[in-house]
């Protein structure tokens, strides 16, 4: 079975003013709301279609360590003017991260996963593997 993991950042979820007033993407650590993720399951595996706008494909990194599967996107970008004399008069700079992760078992391996980035949406299909079940209750013979 899949199941996502959210990792929250330094701001806390209250409804507090000082969060209301930094909502906005660039003041707002708490970035797993940024990459809403949704999961079908499928007869052999899971499709997860993840909203990842203003990234590029080069921007995104797939991970898959112990058993989990970690979506990061990063962006960097700097915009710079001069004036016809080489003085700078705006500069701006922007930097972007978002991270997600998902427990897909410790069968799966890298070569079983298969990502596609179009549009915004990157879509991630994982399969199903076998895992071993363990009865519920097990007796232990005592000598």
């Known amino acids: 079975m899949l199941f996502p993991e959210r990792r929250f ?11 209301y007033l930094f909502s906005d993407p660039v003041f707002n650590v708490n970035t797993a709301n940024r990459m809403s993720t949704d999961i079908k399951e499928k007869e052999n595996g899971y499709e997860l279609s993840m909203e990842v706008p203003g990234f590029d494909k080069e921007d995104l990194k797939l991970e898959l360590e112990k058993g989990y599967l970690t979506v990061t996107a990063e962006h960097k970008n700097s915009n710079e003017k001069k004036d016809d004399e080489g003085h700078l008069i705006r500069q701006e700079r922007y930097y972007g ?15 079983d996963i298969q990502a596609k980035y179009d549009k915004g949406v990157l879509n991630v299909f994982v399969p199903k593997k076998d895992v071993k079940k363990l009865e519920n209750k097990q007796t232990i013979e005592v000598k």
């Open 97 to 111: 991260s978002a991270k997600r992760s998902f427990y897909v078992g410790d069968a799966v391996t890298k070569e």
């Open 9 to 19: 950042g330094l701001v806390n979820n209250s409804n507090n003013l000082f969060d």
